[in-house]
């Protein structure tokens, strides 16, 4: 008791300099960013003269500009890569959440097995499987569709949400779906019913995960749909800064912070889930 | 795992003492083929994904890495050519040289400011999930196209960087453009993205019991002491795990470097990160063949390395009783 006083009086004293600290640290973080937000309303030419980030003048003049400098206006890429994450979500949401259902509380033989060569594919490069993906989807015609986007989430590709789920089922407590069969209920109405109303945590994590990394996808986006037609927000950025980003820095920071509205919207409305889902991945 | 009760049909028959993991399996279950359909049911999506897009093209790439293919015709034979040419390839060893420095810094840089800042937020900080919060942000944005587009301009000639510098009177250089450099800014951006360990190295503090603290402090532990005693072994395991989780996503990093160079690796194929040299052979001028060897070999690199984490893991990792 005696030594109480002195380590929490100095941590008091330590207050002050740490959030300073803290602080400081956040905004050098988010300065980038806030100065493209900064420099997307100035005049292209001012933007290289000037560093601060309060404007001095509102210029929307790049986001109108921008949004028209494609060949198609740019809601028509953003469109197209909301189908695909919205439809990457739900096949993540139904496979995954199967698949961790089974793993979490089904017994059968190989499961030890499966489940190691489910957790073995999360540290597989896509690099490696995107050669013989390319030609596989070559051969069904499936190049410039959505599909080699979207059927591989309906098939629980992305064995990370299986893992996220599997962690958060087996916390789930199993007197529910125990009682429920003992009430005569099958697997299929106690992973309806019970285990995922439960997990809408574990699911909410999965699809705001899903959604942003799907976004942000460019890989497998720039690989897939070559046809302008069908670009998406990330492969559009790109061949705007390739053709014309040099002259136009402002339309294309414009529309760059518009493509990145979506990921902050979803990161402001779901944070929590974000960071808890990071979190218990890495726990038993 | 519990052990289940089970339905009274479970077990009819006494059995005889087996190893205890199988009698509480056969305990727990009807009947072996019904339980066994039930389960393959609810994996039915996962193993056609699994055989369609996970086993089946690894092992098409293997066999595509023996032969010549360019998608216009069947791939032709080659034996281990494919591999012979790598050995002699200088741009692929220039892109292996590119990303081990890579990997060997920026993985490095961003888990030592992960912990900094995990310990600094650690104990009691008033409004830890703003601060959480704010430094995660840019984990979420860092992978997208706009903030590779901003980067680019950030270290460009006139860019955001060389601003402040020529605030201080000195004239920066293109840092994009500067072969020197180049790799330095996609270390940086790595860097930038320490939140995401930062979230598990925070979970991973809080798992450590305050008391233990609290007996060291008894014993006249200082915070030195107590940190290099009770916080960093007690949180080894999450270290490496996130070191193995870092490892293996950098050497996959593909957007940041293939955008702010245009998508050739330059200046000078300094940013020539093996993945770009492998899109470039693979989707560039179709030499699946080759690219599929490159594939390999980049597999082969990871689970070696992965393999060794695991097996110094024992030194080092503490994993309590």
């Known amino acids: ?284 | 795992m519990s052990n289940r009760p089970t339905p009274a049909i479970a077990s009819p028959e006494r059995e005889p003492p087996l190893a205890r993991g199988r009698r509480r399996r056969r305990r727990s279950s009807p009947s072996g083929p019904a339980r066994d359909r039930i389960g393959y049911l609810f994996l039915a999506p996962w193993f056609a994904g699994m055989a369609l897009f996970t086993v089946g093209p690894i092992l098409a790439s293997l066999y595509l890495s023996f032969t010549e293919y360019t998608l216009l015709k069947p791939p032709e034979w080659l034996g281990l050519d494919n591999y012979r040419q790598m050995l002699a390839d200088p741009r692929l060893h220039k892109s292996l040289g590119v990303t081990f420095v890579y990997v060997s810094v920026s993985v490095p840089v961003q888990l030592v400011l992960a912990l900094a800042l995990a310990l600094l937020l650690n104990r009691g900080v008033r409004g830890l999930s703003f601060y959480r919060s704010v430094y995660y942000l840019p984990s979420l944005l860092a992978g997208s196209v706009s903030v590779a587009i901003l980067w680019r301009q950030i270290f460009g000639k006139d860019g955001l960087v060389n601003q402040l510098l020529a605030m201080a009177g000195i004239e920066g250089v293109s840092w994009v453009a500067h072969p020197d450099f180049a790799l330095g800014t996609l270390i940086v951006l790595n860097a930038w993205t320490f939140g995401a360990p930062m979230v598990i190295f925070l979970a991973g503090l809080r798992q450590i019991p305050h008391s233990y603290y609290e007996a060291a402090e008894v014993d006249g532990a200082g915070p030195v002491s107590r940190f290099f005693r009770i916080t960093l072994p007690l949180l080894t395991p999450i270290i490496f795990f996130n070191l193995v989780l870092q490892l293996i996503g950098a050497f996959q990093s593909f957007t940041q470097a293939f955008v702010i160079s245009g998508g050739r690796g330059g200046p000078s194929d300094a940013t020539l990160l093996y993945t770009l040299y492998l899109y470039e052979r693979g989707f560039g001028s179709f030499d699946m063949g080759y690219a599929s060897a490159m594939a390999w070999v980049l597999l082969a690199v990871i689970a070696v390395l992965t393999g060794l984490n695991f097996l110094f893991a024992k030194r080092w990792v503490f994993y309590g009783n």
């Open chain 1, 1 to 284: 008791m005696a030594t109480e006083l002195g380590p929490s009086r100095r941590r008091r004293s330590w207050r002050l300099p740490k959030h300073v600290l803290l602080i400081g640290f956040g905004l050098v973080m988010l300065y980038p960013l806030l100065w493209m937000v900064s420099s997307s309303v100035k005049p292209t030419e001012t933007i290289f003269r000037d560093p601060s980030i309060w404007p001095t003048e509102l210029d929307l003049g790049n986001y109108v500009e921008g949004w028209e400098a494609l060949s198609h206006p740019f809601h028509y890429y953003l469109w197209n890569s909301a189908v695909i994450a919205i439809l990457a979500v739900a096949g993540n949401l139904l496979s995954c959440s199967l698949a961790a259902y089974a793993f979490a509380r089904l017994k059968f033989r190989g499961r030890n097995l499966f489940f190691a060569a489910m957790l073995a594919t999360l540290m597989l490069p896509i690099h490696v499987l995107i050669v013989p993906q390319y030609v596989l989807f070559s051969q069904l015609d499936w190049i410039n569709t959505n599909l080699p986007l979207v059927v591989p989430k309906f098939l629980a590709h992305d064995a990370f949400f299986i893992f996220l789920m599997v962690q958060f089922i087996r916390g789930l407590p199993s007197e529910l779906d125990e009682a429920a069969r003992i009430d005569g209920c099958g697997h299929f109405r106690i992973y309806w019913r019970i285990i995922i109303p439960l997990s809408v945590p574990a699911l909410a994590t999965s699809a705001l995960f899903t959604f942003i990394w799907t976004w942000n996808d460019f890989f497998s986006q720039l690989i897939f749909l070559t046809d302008p037609e069908l670009w998406t927000m990330p492969v559009a950025l790109r061949s705007f800064m390739d053709g014309q980003g040099e002259t136009a820095w402002g339309e294309l920071f414009a529309m760059s912070i518009v493509g990145l509205m979506p990921i902050f919207g979803f990161f402001l409305a779901g944070q929590r889930y974000l960071t808890q889902g990071i979190a218990t991945t890495g726990f038993k």
